[in-house]
């Protein structure tokens, strides 16, 4: 967060905080799917809002938040950068090793191949 609201103060431009909820699809979590795929929605929303409140104190004027539910790769490569006109994604490194990321993949990795706009991945 404390390199894109740099990004975006130093250029002037809007901010846009990103959170993927993804869906809840095998059988045995379908059970607790109403409660608590609404709970994980409403805490990512809360995450959002204090980066976002963060954001605002630092100096950023223009700062939008958007929660949804999905697949995580498309809509943080494809789907929302192209509805929101995005020219830069940030993002982190997962610090996955090569077998973790074989086994799960890395969404780092999939939006760096995928996306149209520029990507920057940060590490900490």
Do not use: W
């Amino acid at each position: 967060m404390k390199k894109a609201t740099a990004i975006a103060q130093q250029n002037g431009t809007r901010l846009t905080i990103v959170h993927i909820v993804e869906e809840i699809k095998s059988y045995r979590a379908a059970s607790f799917h109403d409660g608590t795929q609404i709970q994980i929605q409403d805490q990512a929303q809360e995450l959002i809002n204090g980066c976002a409140k963060r954001c605002v104190e630092s100096g950023c004027t223009d700062v939008i938040c958007i929660v949804e539910q999905g697949n995580p790769k498309a809509l943080l490569a494809i789907d929302i950068p192209s509805r929101e006109k995005v020219d830069l994604i940030v993002t982190g490194a997962t610090g996955l090793n090569v077998f973790e990321r074989l086994m799960i993949g890395s969404c780092a990795s999939y939006i760096i191949e995928h996306a149209e706009a520029d990507v920057l991945v940060v590490r900490n």
